[in-house]
């Protein structure tokens, strides 16, 4: 096996239009891709950057005004003046801005107060991320929604956007969270009874799942492992190929001859899928933190966790390329076959977010990606660069090195017997 | 040594190969002729343990070779029709990774590299890409490739296909030599005739899957001992002149090119007054006539109708 191994290598190595593919290709792709990425769509290469505008059109004293009044109008006075005590401390608009305003998210959201036609302007600019419109008369209908449970058109505040992204994703999570918040902390207040506690309701701290210790992640980041793990499927594809070159050379006539064993011919190519694979990863994410200093502060124990995803990922590869291996040696015709290993390694590559930035996707379509094995591992790094949790590597580790025994025995099975190659 | 019973190979539901006997013993040289699409391939890779025969055995010192191929190929090399080499390593490199996978000892491979590329006239270009060479040194690495485990039986499928004669004439000395002085048992095929010749002392003639005929040289020339071949030279051309002597009772395979007429006669015909009357007829003379010694060619083109190249 290891003459076969040592082949594989030094047929690889000999190609060198393949060594500035796999080696140099990537690199430029990462700077690329990088700087194409940042800016767009609201992503930035910074930490998280939000630009949002409030545009009020309602007066909150005149609304908290309105609602008293309504309420002494009530027959029951003892309810009237409760709900007049507890309501002259209810100021949904000065909770927004309390919160958006606040230290917590001080450092990436910056809040602009604009009329209509400014946000309108502003928006179309890309200046800002989106505006948030109070209505006239959300005040009074919000004290009327929560005091009395009634319906009222000028509850929801409208969020105007110019389009999905991360930032406006970010935004919309984090004024959901505070109207949850608000809204429960009031009704519970309201319904127990507590109308002295109106004043005190505890704020959110931010729309951000607020992670402890989390460090968001750059495009270069991002870009150097997608392009690792894509290339890496190239190298499966390629190392196929080349079985295919050997059949039709008839070279794969003089090893049966040999009498070597069959195992140890798909092994080789496994064997080398993996050596090359692993040495390709770890030349792209070291080469990109010279470059452009991608991991730099990172501890040993970050590379170390890198290092064993990257050797996990490329025993998966190494059995996909065990699997291609055997279709290669099945076909009667490898320019079909090697266009079918291009389209599935394109496929993955989309699917996987190994082009665009899978956080730009849907929902569904980021559930998907973590399906492909080049998707998954994606996403596990970028966990692993933000959290640094080692027992969060533990089941994507488990899955991944299942996907590469999996295809391992497919190979193994498919693996043609004596003259069916 | 090595016996082939009734081996058959059928490719959807069309016979390549239809119920051939074959036997090598040691130290023979037995040549497999027959045109393109003969079934020559086919034997050879049946025999070279590559592909599993339809039906029909193969036997290696009286045990079936076809479940049970390891004790065969241990001993067995084959130099295929096609360069199977990886053109991207040296010459070198090739036989170093089959010399490995023949697990020829590690303390010897490197002797029996620098022997067989001495064989092959190859020693100052092994560090070479094999890409770089021409079509001949291919083959003659080719060659060596199978020589590396020193097999007793060397099989050669058309070895010569496509190569300058300087490389021809190396490649049929170095198999002379081998089988002469090392004793290797060779199988050689070819659908050059001269070679099959040259090199062979028996010889199995093969056409349309099947064996047509088998023999020594003498015993398949003997085929013919009741025919001569006769090359003729008039001093111009003449067209009634060849109808005149296609009616001819003793004569036939009558070819006619501008410049000789080429057939066969019954042996004993002594036709040479009947072509003299009927060059005068046709107003031509006969200024030459030449018996040739017939060859494989013109046993199988007397066994088929056809020639080995047609």
């Given at each position: 096996m290891l003459t076969f191994i040592f082949k594989d290598l030094l047929l690889f190595w000999r190609n060198r239009k393949e060594i500035l593919t796999v080696l140099v290709t990537p690199i430029i792709l990462i700077v690329i891709l990088s700087f194409a990425f940042t800016?767009?769509?609201?992503?930035?290469?910074?930490p998280l950057e939000l630009k949002l505008a409030i545009v009020n059109e309602d007066a909150e004293e005149a609304g908290i005004n309105q609602f008293i009044a309504d309420a002494e109008r009530l027959e029951d006075q003892a309810a009237a003046q409760a709900l007049i005590a507890y309501s002259s401390g209810v100021k949904p608009i000065a909770y927004l801005e309390q919160y958006l305003h606040s230290p917590e998210l001080a450092d990436w959201l910056t809040v602009y107060e604009l009329s209509e036609s400014e946000a309108l302007q502003q928006l179309e600019k890309k200046k800002i991320d989106g505006w948030i419109k109070i209505p006239q008369g959300y005040t009074y209908d919000m004290l009327n929604a929560i005091m009395l449970g009634k319906e009222a058109s000028a509850v929801s505040l409208p969020f105007v956007v110019a389009g999905n992204s991360m930032n406006v994703t970010a935004i919309e999570m984090m004024i959901s969270e505070f109207f949850d918040q608000v809204n429960f902390q009031l009704g519970l207040q309201h319904s127990v009874g507590d109308m002295t506690a109106a004043e005190t309701v505890a704020l959110p701290k931010?729309?951000?799942?607020?992670?402890?210790g989390a460090e968001p992640f750059t495009m270069g980041q991002y870009f150097t492992l997608a392009m690792g793990a894509l290339f890496s499927l190239f190298i499966a594809s390629t190392v196929a190929e080349k079985t295919g070159t050997e059949k039709r050379e008839e070279v794969i006539k003089r090893i049966i001859a040999a009498d070597t064993r069959p195992m140890s011919y798909l092994m080789g190519k496994t064997c080398a899928t993996f050596i090359l694979v692993w040495l390709q990863f770890l030349f792209v994410v070291v080469v990109s933190h010279l470059l452009?200093?991608?991991?730099?502060?990172?501890?040993l124990s970050f590379w170390l966790g890198l290092l064993l995803m990257i050797t996990i990922y490329a025993l998966t590869v190494a059995g996909i390329s065990a699997f291609y291996t055997s279709i290669a040696l099945r076909s009667n015709n490898m320019d079909a076959v090697n266009g079918l290993f291009l389209l599935f390694t394109m496929a993955l590559g989309i699917l996987g977010g190994?082009?665009?930035?899978?956080?730009?996707?849907?929902e569904w379509l980021q559930q998907i990606s973590e399906w492909t094995p080049n998707g998954l591992m994606l996403a596990t790094v970028m966990e692993w660069i933000q959290l640094?949790?080692?027992?969060?590597?533990g089941m994507p580790l488990v899955v991944l090195s299942l996907v590469g025994i999996l295809f391992l025995l497919a190979g193994m099975l498919m693996y043609p017997k004596r003259g069916e190659a | 040594m090595l016996e082939v019973f009734k081996l058959s190979k059928s490719y959807k539901g069309k016979?390549?190969?239809?119920?051939i006997n074959l036997y090598l013993d040691e130290g023979d040289s037995v040549g497999l002729l027959g045109p393109n699409g003969a079934g020559k391939s086919t034997t050879i890779s049946m025999i070279s343990t590559l592909i599993k025969p339809t039906s029909g055995d193969i036997k290696f010192h009286g045990k079936?070779?076809?479940?049970?191929?390891a004790a065969l190929r241990k001993v067995l090399g084959v130099v295929p029709?096609?360069?199977?080499?990886?053109?991207?390593?040296s010459a070198y490199e090739n036989l170093k990774f089959f010399g490995k996978i023949y697990k020829v000892e590690k303390r010897l491979l490197e002797e029996r590299i620098q022997d067989v590329l001495d064989l092959v006239g190859l020693k100052d270009r092994q560090?070479?890409?094999?890409?770089?060479?021409?079509g001949g040194m291919k083959r003659r690495v080719n060659i060596a490739a199978a020589l590396l485990h020193q097999p007793k039986i060397l099989i050669l499928d058309e070895?010569?296909?496509?190569?300058?004669p300087q490389s021809r004439t190396h490649i049929l000395e170095m198999v002379r030599m081998m089988n002469e002085r090392t004793g290797t048992t060779v199988l050689y095929t070819s659908h050059y005739m001269e070679e099959v010749e040259q090199l062979c002392k028996r010889v199995y003639i093969m056409d349309h899957g099947k064996i047509i005929a088998a023999g020594t040289k003498a015993e398949l020339m003997s085929i013919l001992s009741n025919e001569d071949k006769i090359q003729i030279q008039l001093d111009r051309p003449s067209a009634s002149f060849v109808e005149a002597i296609k009616g001819?009772?003793?004569?036939?395979?009558v070819e006619a090119n501008e410049e000789n007429i080429d057939f066969i006669a019954s042996k004993g015909s002594n036709i040479l007054g009947l072509l003299v009357r009927e060059a005068e007829k046709a107003g031509a003379e006969l200024i030459n006539y030449q018996m040739d010694t017939p060859s494989l060619e013109d046993v199988f083109l007397h066994l088929t109708g056809r020639t080995l190249r047609d």
């Open positions: 800016g767009v769509a609201g992503i930035s290469s910074n931010g729309g951000r799942e607020a992670l402890e452009l200093g991608l991991f730099a502060g990172k501890p190994n082009f665009v930035p899978i956080y730009l996707f849907p640094e949790r080692v027992l969060s590597l | 016979r390549a190969v239809d119920e079936s070779t076809v479940e049970a191929p029709q096609e360069i199977a080499l990886y053109e991207e390593l560090k070479e890409l094999v890409k770089t060479f021409s070895p010569t296909v496509g190569i300058d001819l009772k003793h004569i036939h395979h």
